[in-house]
């Protein structure tokens, strides 16, 4: 079975850090792009960060960019999301998702399968 | 950057309704749209596809349209596990892959 599932996420104060981790199963984890997305509580999705099948290439959101980095090991099968200078406004639930290249005369790219999501709570 | 806007942000229907959702892009995006139902408490869970593609063992009375800047998400006959939250998303501007406010379907 195809599955993801994230870990990692807790309680911690303003300026601290945490990391992520998503755990994958049942495809071969190092042939695909993943992703982090997070939802605050109430409110909708915001795509967070991306990164490239061999970890070398990185993407960010502006909120988060110069405070997360993302990462995987392949060898482990696990992705990661380093979080440090946490504010108040990082706290929801974070998911990683995978991401599906499908090929129809140009590439299109979703996120087919997706964790049950870790939640963090940044407050003091 | 590409703002993407949905409407109506929530709607009430029955069972054995049609409901249609709209998604707009604030430029063109081609048919670079997906489609994501959330359930409270729930993972979001991918429906379609380069704006009209069916995922694989979503049911049929999902079926998504559009291209360029005006996409919708129509159910043709609306199922009690339907009663979720939408989200468009695009993918035309990666790495940025912007999602809409989500609309919510309840019960009316």
């Known amino acids: 079975e195809v599955q993801l599932v994230e870990s990692g996420g807790g309680l911690v104060q303003p300026g601290g850090s945490l990391r992520l981790s998503c755990a994958a199963s049942?495809?071969?984890?190092?042939?695909?792009?993943m992703h982090w997305v997070r939802q605050a509580p109430g409110k909708g999705l915001v795509w967070v960060s991306r990164?490239?099948?061999?970890?070398?290439?990185?993407s960010y959101a502006d909120s988060v960019k110069g405070r997360f980095t993302i990462s995987r090991d392949n060898a482990k099968n696990t992705l990661y999301l380093q979080m440090n200078s946490l504010r108040a406004e990082d706290t929801a639930v974070y998911y990683c998702?995978?991401?599906?290249?499908?090929?129809?005369?140009?590439?299109?790219?979703?996120?087919?399968?997706w964790g049950k999501g870790t939640t963090v709570t940044v407050s003091s | 950057d590409i703002q993407m806007t949905q409407s109506p942000s929530s709607l009430s229907a029955s069972v054995g309704d049609r409901v249609t959702i709209t998604c707009r892009a604030s430029?063109?995006?081609?048919?670079?749209l997906n489609w994501y139902q959330q359930k409270p408490g729930k993972a979001p869970k991918l429906l379609i596809y380069?704006?009209?593609s069916l995922q694989s063992g979503v049911p049929s009375r999902f079926s998504g349209s559009g291209s360029g800047t005006d996409f919708t998400l129509t159910i043709s006959s609306l199922q009690p596990e339907d009663f979720a939250t939408y989200y468009c998303?695009?993918?035309?501007?990666?790495?940025?892959?912007?999602f809409g406010p989500g609309t919510t379907v309840d019960i009316k």
């Open positions: 990164i490239n099948s061999d970890g070398s290439s990185t």
């Open positions: 430029q063109s995006i081609s048919s670079y």
């Open positions: 998702a995978r991401e599906y290249d499908f090929w129809s005369g140009y590439y299109y790219y979703y996120m087919d399968v």
């Open positions: 049942g495809f071969t984890f190092s042939s695909y792009w």
């Open positions: 380069a704006a009209s």
């Open positions: 998303q695009q993918s035309y501007s990666t790495p940025l892959f912007t």
